[in-house]
């Protein structure tokens, strides 16, 4: 008969594997909880990082939204700001230009001034005075050497004020340029997604780069650029209108001496021909008491001539009755006649060779003052032109050169070197 064998080792009761089953089961279902509890746990998880995720995208893109407005209102504070500094250095360089033209211009009014001080040097004798005219000449060359200083200040004024809005707009420029170069990126930015291509991950993407500045800095940078473009533009405005006003008041100082220097001319000039005249007056009447003087002379010689006929025949009965003889040689009334007759002609001849004498002498002082008023008339003459050429001259300063016809000389009719072509032709066929 067989018998069972028995392998060797442990036996569990049955109570043990009851409480081993419960085991299991009691693990399984504290698994199965926990996990349930991590499931559900996940899920919020899940959905809150999900939310978060969306709402962190959502904020994030309206703050790049807002940051982007916000760089696009100082672009166009500093695009307006730009503009008014480009038309500001426009109108300040054209009123820069027009005070160039300005101390040009003071060129032919002084080259005038001078050359009328030069003509007046060839006055000759008592005609060369330091008189109103010069005095007036002097304070014109005075005042158009100011007015170029003052306008020369302006220019550089103008000059280096262009510098400074040149230097503000630079400035501008590169923060106008900064800011389209951000909007540029933060609207790419703005319009990525996660569907969008080169979408990865990069090195340190949290890392602060060097040079960066808080929002205050970026503000207060973008606030004094534009604060001191428009600090320059109103300094601009303000020159330019000290130069117009500049400008303005040379010109009045200028035509106002210029005034003063013509009616100086024309009070020394109607001078100068009230003085001619005169000498031309004393001139007539001089030649006529030299013509009279001369018929007188002539008469007084004659005369003289004439005396000597009686005085020699009175000499002869005088010298005759010296022969009567003896006791006949008598003083009687014929002798006394004869000897106060010859006295009488004697006197008369002395005292008309006395004043044939004084005539002579008076004659030769007419001669002499004739002379002097001949030459003081020359030199009258000689000033009459040298001011009327100097008039003729300034006219330039009231008329374009174009226009301008120098006159002819106003005691040498004839001479053409004073005439326009056309009127010197005129002579020549008159």
Same mark, same amino acid.
């Given at each position: 008969?067989?018998?069972?064998?028995?392998?060797?080792?442990?036996?569990?009761?049955?109570?043990?594997?009851?409480?081993?089953?419960?085991? #299991?089961?009691?693990?399984?279902?504290?698994?199965?909880?926990?996990?349930?509890?991590?499931?559900?746990?996940?899920?919020?998880?899940?959905?809150?990082?999900?939310?978060?995720?969306?709402?962190?995208?959502?904020?994030?893109?309206?703050?790049?939204?807002?940051? #982007?407005?916000?760089? !696009?209102?100082?672009?166009?504070?500093?695009?307006?700001? @730009?503009?008014?500094?480009?038309?500001?250095?426009?109108?300040?360089?054209?009123?820069?230009?027009?005070?160039?033209?300005? @101390?040009?211009?003071?060129?032919?009014?002084?080259?005038?001034?001078?050359?009328?001080?030069?003509?007046? !040097?060839?006055?000759?004798?008592?005609?060369?005075?330091?008189?109103?005219? =010069? /005095?007036?000449?002097?304070?014109?060359?005075?005042?158009?050497?100011?007015?170029?200083?003052?306008?020369?200040?302006?220019?550089?004024?103008?000059?280096?004020?262009?510098?400074?809005?040149?230097?503000?707009?630079?400035?501008?420029?590169?923060?106008?340029?900064?800011?389209?170069?951000?909007?540029?990126?933060?609207?790419?930015?703005?319009?990525?997604?996660?569907?969008?291509?080169?979408?990865?991950?990069?090195?340190?993407?949290?890392?602060?780069?060097?040079?960066?500045?808080?929002?205050? !800095?970026?503000?207060?940078?973008?606030?004094?650029? $534009?604060?001191? %473009? /428009?600090?320059?533009?109103?300094?601009?405005?303000?020159?330019?209108?000290?130069?117009?006003?500049?400008?303005?008041?040379?010109?009045?100082?200028?035509?106002?001496?210029?005034?003063?220097?013509?009616?100086?001319?024309?009070?020394?000039?109607?001078?100068?021909?009230?003085?001619?005249?005169? &000498? $031309?007056?004393?001139?007539?009447?001089?030649?006529?008491?030299?013509?009279?003087? =001369?018929?007188?002379?002539?008469?007084?010689?004659?005369? *003289?001539?004439?005396?000597?006929?009686? @005085?020699?025949? %009175?000499?002869?009965? &005088? =010298?005759?009755?010296?022969?009567?003889?003896?006791?006949?040689?008598?003083?009687?009334?014929?002798?006394?006649? @004869?000897?106060?007759?010859?006295?009488?002609? /004697?006197?008369?001849?002395? %005292?008309? $060779?006395?004043?044939?004498?004084?005539?002579?002498?008076? &004659?030769?002082? *007419?001669?002499?003052?004739?002379?002097?008023? !001949?030459?003081?008339?020359?030199?009258?003459?000689?000033?009459?032109?040298?001011?009327?050429?100097? #008039?003729?001259?300034?006219?330039?300063?009231?008329?374009?050169? /174009?226009?301008?016809?120098?006159?002819?000389?106003?005691?040498?009719?004839?001479?053409?070197?004073?005439?326009?072509?056309?009127?010197? $032709?005129?002579?020549?066929?008159?």
């Amino acid at each position: 008969m067989a018998t069972l064998s028995l392998k060797p080792g442990s036996r569990f009761s049955v109570p043990d594997w009851h409480t081993n089953n419960a085991l #299991i089961s009691t693990n399984a279902e504290r698994q199965r909880s926990a996990s349930h509890q991590i499931r559900q746990e996940a899920r919020s998880l899940r959905n809150e990082t999900n939310n978060q995720t969306k709402w962190n995208e959502h904020d994030n893109s309206t703050r790049l939204s807002d940051r #982007i407005d916000e760089v !696009e209102k100082w672009k166009q504070a500093l695009d307006k700001c @730009l503009t008014d500094v480009d038309t500001e250095i426009d109108a300040l360089t054209l009123m820069k230009d027009e005070a160039e033209r300005a @101390l040009q211009a003071k060129n032919v009014p002084l080259d005038t001034a001078i050359e009328c001080l030069t003509l007046r !040097e060839s006055r000759r004798t008592i005609d060369l005075v330091k008189d109103l005219v =010069e /005095e007036e000449l002097h304070k014109e060359v005075e005042v158009i050497e100011g007015i170029r200083k003052a306008l020369q200040q302006k220019i550089s004024e103008a000059f280096e004020q262009l510098c400074l809005l040149q230097e503000s707009r630079q400035q501008l420029t590169w923060d106008e340029r900064d800011k389209s170069e951000t909007i540029e990126i933060d609207q790419t930015c703005l319009s990525l997604t996660k569907h969008s291509p080169n979408i990865s991950l990069k090195v340190d993407p949290t890392r602060v780069s060097y040079g960066t500045t808080s929002p205050q !800095e970026w503000e207060q940078f973008s606030h004094y650029n $534009k604060e001191r %473009a /428009e600090a320059e533009v109103r300094a601009s405005a303000q020159l330019r209108e000290a130069i117009a006003l500049t400008i303005a008041q040379t010109k009045n100082e200028l035509d106002a001496q210029r005034q003063a220097v013509e009616f100086a001319y024309r009070k020394r000039i109607h001078e100068f021909e009230k003085a001619h005249k005169e &000498l $031309k007056w004393q001139e007539k009447n001089t030649k006529e008491e030299i013509e009279e003087l =001369e018929e007188d002379i002539r008469r007084l010689e004659s005369d *003289l001539r004439e005396k000597t006929g009686p @005085l020699n025949l %009175a000499h002869i009965p &005088l =010298e005759r009755c010296t022969y009567r003889p003896n006791v006949d040689l008598c003083r009687d009334q014929v002798q006394y006649g @004869l000897t106060d007759e010859v006295q009488q002609l /004697e006197g008369t001849i002395t %005292a008309l $060779k006395q004043k044939l004498a004084q005539s002579q002498d008076a &004659l030769d002082a *007419l001669y002499k003052h004739l002379a002097r008023i !001949e030459a003081d008339i020359k030199c009258k003459e000689n000033s009459l032109n040298l001011n009327n050429k100097c #008039i003729d001259t300034r006219r330039k300063l009231t008329m374009p050169m /174009e226009k301008y016809v120098p006159t002819m000389d106003s005691f040498n009719p004839t001479s053409n070197h004073h005439l326009s072509p056309l009127k010197s $032709k005129q002579l020549e066929l008159a």
